[in-house]
C-alpha cells in the first residue's frame, strides 16, 4: 500500500505529462498557424492554412480538455490551486480560444472576413500569450498556506522570467506551425514558411538559452536539484542535445527537406518538455506541494486509470487515422494529393 | 465577509452565464447527431439521394453549432478551479473523475471523428464515413451521460461521505449512481432530442411554407414527426418523474417549484397552483389559482398525500432556496413547453393520418407549419428553464446538503471577476449575434440540390480528384 501511493501518484504524473506534451505539440501547430495567419499576405493563403487544420483543431484542443480533467480528478488540489492562482492568464486563454474557435466556421460564411481574420490570429497569440504566463507562472512557484490553498495576488505570476517563458513558447508554437505547413504546403506558400521556421528556430534557441540560464539563477530550488550530483550529468545533456537538435533543424531547412523539420521540432518540444518535467518533479505546485500531497485518494486514482489508460491507446489509435486520412497537401482551399 | 460574499455573487453569475449560454449549442448538436446518423442511415439504405443532401445541408448548421459549443464548453471546465477552488478540492475525487471521463470518453471520441464527418466525404468509404458519424452521436450523447452524472451526484451525493469537509469515495458505482442519475440523464437525452427535432422542423416547416423545396423538406419534417411520437410523451413521463424524485431527494426545491410555503400534512389533499405571485419578504404567495388536489395526483396519483409537503416556512432562511417566482414561473413554463410539444406532436399525427402530409399537400397545411415554426426556439427556452429549477433550486447549496455555494467558491479579487464575467457577457452578446446571422444565411442559402454523392460501389480512390468538399466552397455556394 505504501508503494502504491508513491507509485500512483506518479502514473497520474506521467500521464498528465504525456497529455500536456500532445497538446503542446498539437495544438502548438495549430495556434502557431494561426499566429502565422496574421503575416499571409492573401485571402487565398489564409484560406489554404485554415483548411489545413479544419479537420484536426477540435481535436488538438480537446487534448487540453483531457488535461483539464485528468487534473482535476487525480490532483484536485493541485487543479484548484493552480487556476485560482492563474486567475488572469486563464482567463487570457479562454477568450483567445473562443475567438479562434468561431472563427473557423464564422469567417466561411461572412462577407466581411477581416474581422474573423483577426479574431482568429489575435485569438490565437492570446492563447499561446496565456498558457506561456501560466507555465511560467507554474515554474516560479505559487503561494500557499500549508494546506496548499492559493494565498498570493492576482498579479504573481507576472515577472520577467514567466514573460520569457511565454515570448519562447509563442516562438516554439510559430516554429512548429511553420515546419507543419511546409509538411502541408507547397510552391510560394512553403517557401514562405522555410523562412519564417528559419526565424523562428533561431528566436526559439535565444529564447531557450535565456531560460537554461534564467532557471538555476532565479530559481533557488531548481538551482539545488539542477547541481546536485549525479543528476547533473542528466541535466547536462539537455542543453547539449537541444543544441544538436536544433543544428539539425536548421540542416534540413536549409535542405529544404519537407518532412524532417516537422520531426526534429517535436523532438525539441519532446526534449524542452522532458527538461521541465525534471525540473519540476516531484512538484505539483511548484515549489510547497508535491504529487503525493496533491494526489487524490488512491482508490480514486486507480478506478480513474482503469477507465482512462485504457482509451489512450484507442484515442491515439484513431487520432493518428484521422492524419492519415487527411494526408497530403493542402490545395487552393481544398486537400489534394 | 462582504467581499467575499459579492464575490461568490459575480462568481455565480458568471457561472450562470457561462453555462447558460454554453448549454444553447449542444443541445442541438447532440440531438441532430442523431438525426444525421439517421439520415445517412436511410441514404445507405435506399440510395435516395435526397437523405445524402439532407445530412450535406444539416451538418453546415451542425457545425457552426459544434464549433460555438467547443469554444464555449472549455471555459465551464476551467471555471470549477479558477473561480470555484474550495469546491473543487473537496469533491474533485469523484467529481473530476468524472469530467475526466467525459473528456477521454465522450469529447475526444467526437472530435477524433468530426473531421472525417465534416470532410470526409471523398475521403473514406461511405460506410466508413458511417461509422464516423455514429461515433459522433455516440460521443456526444455520452458526454450528455456524463455531465448529468457529475450534476446528478452534486443534487443527490452518493457512494461515501465527507471527512472534514473533503468527500471520500466509498464506492465509485454507487456514486455514479446517485439517485437522480437516471431519471435526469434521460431527462436530458430526450430535452436535446426535442430540441433538436423541432428546430429541425421548424426550418423545414419554413422552407415549405416559403414554398422551397416543399417535397425535399416534408422528408425531414417527417423524420423528426416520427421522433416525436416517440420522444414527447417519453419525455412527460420522465420529467414527472423527475419531480416526484425532487418531492423525495430535495423537498426545499419542491417546495420552491410550487410556491408552497405552508407544510401540506400526510392525509390531507393538495392543490396545484397554476398561477401565483410568490412574496418573499411576506413568506406567502400574495394571490394564486389552485386547481383542486392537482399537486396529489401529480406526486402520487391519488386525491390525497401519504406523505407531507413540506413548505418553504420549514427550513430557516439560509437553508432555503430565494428567487422563488423564478424557480415557479421556470417550471411551469418548462411543463408547459412539454405539453405544447406533445400537442404539436398529435395534431401533426392527426394530419399525417388524414394524408395531409403528402409532398404536393403539405404546403397547404399552413397553420400546422406556423406552429412547428413557433416550436423552434421553444425547445432551448424550456431547456434553460428547467436547468434554472435544478440549479437555482438546490440553493443555497452547491452539493446539496453538503457544501453551501458561498463555501465553494475561491477568494479571488472582485476586479478579476467582475472583468470577466465582463468580458465573458461582451464576447458571448457576439457570438450569439453572429450565430444567429450566418445560421440564418445558412438557411436561406438552403441546401444544394445539385450535390452527387460520392459513389457507393467504387472504393473512393485519393487518386481521382481533389477533395471536393471543403468549407471554403460555401461561399462560393453563397454566391449561388
Known sequence: METLSYLLPQVWFVILGIFLLLYVMLDGFDLGVGILSITASNEERRSI???SLGNIWDANETWLVLMGGALFGAFPLAYATILNALYIPVILMLFGLIFRAVAFEFREYS??????????????????????????????????????HFIGGPWDWLSFQSVLTALTLIQGYVLIGSTYLILKTEGELQKTHYGTAKIAAFTTLIGAILITIATPIFYQSARAR???????????????????LIGLLIRSLNRSQEVTPFIWTILIFLLSFIGL???????????EI??????AAPSSLVFMLIFVGILIPIMVFYNIYQYVVFRGKVVGSSYGE | MDSILNVVVLSRMQFALTAIFHILWPILTTGMAIYLVVV????????????????????????????IGVATGIPMEFQFGSNWAPLSESIGDF????????????????????GIMLFGWERVHPVIHYLATIMVAFGANLSTFWILTANSWMQTPAGGQFVDGKFVVIDYFQAIQSPFMVTSFFHMFFATLETSMFVIGGISAWYILSDRHSAFFAKSLKIVLAGAIAITPLQIYVGDESAKQVYHYQPTKLAAMEAQWETIPAGESADWSIVAWPNGRAEKNDWDIKAPNGLSYLLEFKPTLSEPVQGLKEWPPENRPRMVSLIYYSFRIMSGIGFFFAGLMLWSVLQWLRGKLSSDTIAQQRWLMRGWILAAPLGYIAVEAGWIVRCVGRQPWAVYGEIRTVDAASNLPIGSVLTSLLGFSAIYTLLFVSALYFGSRIIRQGPNLELEPPGLDRPPALETSPAEHTPDQRPLEAQQ
Open chain 1, 49 to 51: 492554412l485554415m483548411t
Open chain 1, 111 to 148: 462577407n466581411r472576413k477581416l474581422f474573423w481574420n483577426i479574431a482568429f490570429g489575435a485569438g490565437s497569440f492570446m492563447a499561446a500569450l496565456g498558457q506561456g504566463l501560466a507555465l511560467g507562472g507554474v515554474l516560479e512557484g505559487i503561494a500557499v498556506d500549508e494546506a496548499g
Open chain 1, 226 to 244: 539542477l547541481f546536485a550530483q549525479p543528476q547533473v550529468y542528466v541535466f547536462a545533456l539537455i542543453p547539449i542535445l537541444g543544441v544538436l
Open chain 1, 277 to 287: 518535467g525534471m525540473i519540476a518533479f516531484p512538484y505539483i505546485i511548484p515549489t
Open chain 1, 290 to 295: 508535491t504529487i503525493y500531497e496533491a494526489a
Open chain 2, 40 to 67: 445517412e442511415g436511410l441514404w445507405l439504405k435506399t440510395r435516395n439521394v435526397d437523405y445524402y443532401r439532407h445530412a450535406r445541408f444539416w451538418s453546415k448548421l451542425y457545425v457552426l453549432n459544434f464549433s
Open chain 2, 95 to 114: 467529481f473530476g473523475s468524472i469530467l475526466g471521463f467525459e473528456a477521454t470518453m465522450a469529447f475526444m471520441l467526437e472530435a477524433g471523428f468530426l
